[in-house]
């Protein structure tokens, strides 16, 4: 079993539309979320970060953790054509001088 | 220049060349990575390097040969690779212990 299971995708949606974008996990001692956009031909750049369970918003963006499920979700309300990446998820347990653990990401396009 | 650069963008070699990737971080940070980000695969960690010392290693084949000569600079350094080695290869870096990493664009190589 992979240790972060993540659904290549590809996934697509209208522009406007609320995109719900998750992984699973099977090490309950991952404490740290983090969810990345990775743009074609460009490398990972950091888009939310959470600590333990809970909800976190940044303009558009949703990370929400659950961890009795060892679920994470990112939601985009409002998607915009601008959207349209990989989004990769990855965790830690913190203590491993910042080890990340990463799904294998989702394409995500959305049509205009 | 900004954030965490590399060069070349784009590699070609054969198996039996010797190549060097380069990365180059202006964050002040002091925690450098090296990954392999394969198509439809989770990226894979292969080095990290803190304060300088590698401390961790996840079982690369020795034709990978990584240096850090500085907290700014990391090189990989390729020979006799295989056609299998073909992936985009992406550096990192971070403060040292934290989670936060910031990814260099990638030097998409190609084995020939």
């Known amino acids: 079993q992979k240790e972060v299971e993540q659904d290549p995708g590809p996934l697509s949606v209208p522009e406007g539309a609320i995109v719900s974008l998750n992984c699973t996990y099977s090490n309950s001692a991952f404490q740290y979320f983090m969810w990345y956009r990775q743009y074609s031909r460009k490398g990972p750049e950091l888009l939310m970060y959470t600590y333990s369970s809970g909800n976190k918003e940044d303009g558009r963006f949703t990370a929400q953790v659950d961890k009795s499920s060892k679920y994470i979700s990112l939601f985009i309300r409002d998607s915009q054509p601008s959207d349209s990446a990989t989004y990769l998820c990855a965790m830690s347990l913190g203590n491993q001088g910042g080890k990340l653990i990463f799904g294998q990401g989702t394409e995500l396009s959305v049509k205009p | 220049e900004t954030g965490v650069t590399q060069t070349p963008r784009h590699l070609v070699m054969g198996m039996t060349n010797k190549k060097s990737l380069k990365c180059e971080q202006h964050?002040?940070?002091?925690?450098m990575y090296w990954y392999k980000q394969s198509a439809k695969k989770p990226l894979e960690l292969m080095f990290v390097y803190s304060l300088e010392e590698r401390v961790e290693n996840n079982s690369v084949p020795s034709r990978f040969s990584p240096e850090c000569p500085n907290s700014s600079h990391l090189f990989l350094h390729l020979h006799t690779l295989q056609p299998e080695d073909s992936a985009l290869y992406l550096c990192?870096?971070?403060?040292?212990?934290?989670?936060?990493?910031?990814f260099g664009p990638g030097t998409r190589l190609t084995v020939l």
């Open positions: 964050l002040g940070h002091n925690a």
């Open positions: 990192a870096s971070s403060q040292r212990g934290v989670n936060e990493q910031f």
